[in-house]
């Protein structure tokens, strides 16, 4: 997690207690509601919060913000309801019904029926997730379709078609995507009622126009995602050691070249990447956090010498080891 993201996912939650999801609805109707957050269930010590919103019959949303390596939820599994994700910051993924997984990242958004998660589980590769939830209910819509929609000819049900035959689809962050969840993000909370009433149904027309070769149906098992997180945990466990994607290929029965594709799918970089800035976050951690000495922290976090790590550390960090704790150490 970058720094600035720590802080503002931090100051979201400040006020959660440690394996709690706080709920709010900001609706007089919670209770014809159609988005079931309150079975949300954090997993270890985990927290959340979810801001609701019922922007008109059959269309609910919530903002989300999770800190946690995974969250569980259940729900019907409701073949006729249409459910989207947009991830903000972080990354999230599920292990969707039948076999399949699919991941996020910044920007990108998923569109399911609530038949592909009923209870499942969202996972965040990166320990944190902040996006937007959407849950549609085509047929509630169709008998209250704003005047807009309406006058746009839009059928709630041709939505069904697209995007609920089966498989979860992925559409990849791009400037339409981008332009459409801005300013739900930025509105202030109390504007954000009458921002998610104009900017849904403007992705509601967006999707119903969008071209199929935009869509990304998830290419990755569930399996293999499971494979992955295996893979990682081994990797950030004993950072003292190196593996090769050919050892590792080899100790999960697992084709090198698909290793290193899922493993960018779910962690969002290439897997020498993702472990060298993993490894300057653990050795920037024990700077901080401790009195050990330089040696012991690059012998810890997998360099040979000091001064290879030292050379690593400046050009990541653009500090030297000993300015950093100077800077951020314990006083």
Known sequence: MKPDERSRIDALLC?????????????????????????????????GQAEIYSVFPGVDAAYLTFQAPEVAFRHAPSSGVLE??????GRVGWNMQGGMAIYLGAGDMTVHSAACCADSTMMFPLGYVEGISLTIDPQRLAANLPEALHEANFRPQELLSAFCHGKPVAIPACPPLAGLFAPLYSARPALRGA???????????????????????SRYSSQQAEWIKKIHRQLTEHLDQRFTIEALARQYLINASTLKEVFKAVYGLPIATY???????????????????????????GYETQGKFTQAFKAAVHALPTEYRKQHGQR
């Open 15 to 47: 006020n959660v207690a440690a394996g709690k999801i706080a709920a709010a609805h900001h609706s007089a109707a919670a209770q014809d509601s159609v988005l079931q957050t309150e079975q949300f269930f954090p997993r270890a010590a985990g927290k």
């Open 195 to 217: 921002y998610l009433h104009l900017k849904i149904q403007e992705l509601l027309l967006y999707l119903r126009d969008l071209p199929p070769e935009q869509l990304a149906t």
């Open 84 to 89: 989207l994700f947009h991830c903000h910051s």
């Open 275 to 301: 472990m060298k800035e993993y490894r300057m976050r653990q050795a920037m951690k024990l700077l901080r956090e401790t009195d050990a000495s330089i040696a012991d922290i690059a012998a810890k976090v």
